[in-house]
């Protein structure tokens, strides 16, 4: 080996030992994990939304309120929209696994079909209700996740239509003349139409409660 090449090889293996070492100092010193910084800016998203409406939330009040500046929160979101419909994607996404497991557990019509309601709305709801921007940000939800409303709609629609049909084939049940799609699809917009018919998160819940009792006892008797 002359002595060039070995000259090559020592920078060669210099430089290897710089980037790993960079690479290294860049890992300990970088921003949280994607997951967890996403969650920060979307809880401070929820806040502002709650404390100052739709409308009125800047991107400034959602950065200030993770603690960044708005120039890195724009990194993760082009806009308060975007932010709004990840909230609202997150929210259905927890939902739907709320009802399936509640559909799929253990516990009387009655039990399963409650813990499914609750499930569907979830720790947002009374924020919802607390909030005075409540109906402004469930025009907004509506608005500008229309999509993922529609296709959850249809997906939970499926899925209490199973829990309906298995439970008449178990005989725990009865349907008559009414299709279990069906079933499910009114038992869906029932809930919805209390949101809009309530006028305080309390009154809400009676709302629900009671519909849920309803639609067991009209399953079962």
């Not at 709320?98 to 019509?109: D, E, N, W």
């Not at 809930?191 to 018919?197: A, N, T």
Request: proline fraction near 3%; charged fraction near 20%.
């Amino acid at each position: 080996m002359n002595f060039v090449t070995k000259c090559i090889q020592n920078v060669s293996v210099s430089i290897d030992r710089i980037e790993r070492s960079c690479n290294l100092r860049f890992m300990k010193h970088s921003d949280p994990t994607p997951p967890i910084r996403e969650m920060q800016i979307l809880d401070a998203a929820i806040a502002a939304f709650a404390s100052y409406g739709y409308r009125r939330t800047s991107m400034e009040d959602i950065a200030n309120g993770a603690g960044m500046s708005r120039s890195a929160l724009y990194l993760h979101y082009k806009n308060k929209e975007a932010i709004f419909q990840a909230i609202v994607s997150g929210y259905l996404s927890s939902a739907a696994e709320g009802i399936k497991a509640a559909m799929t557990g253990s516990g009387s019509v009655h039990g399963q079909l409650h813990a499914a309601f609750v499930a569907k709305d979830g720790p947002v709801m009374a924020q919802l209700f607390d909030s005075p921007h409540g109906a402004e940000l469930m025009d907004a939800g509506f608005a500008i996740g229309t999509e993922l409303f529609e296709q959850f709609s249809d997906r939970m629609t499926q899925v209490i239509a199973g829990w309906i049909s298995a439970g008449v084939e178990d005989q725990r049940m009865r349907c008559d003349g009414c299709p279990p799609d069906v079933m499910a699809h009114t038992i869906l917009a029932a809930l919805v139409g209390q949101k809009k018919e309530a006028t305080c998160y309390e009154d809400y819940v009676q709302r629900r409660d009671c519909l849920a009792r309803m639609f067991a006892a009209a399953l079962t008797q």
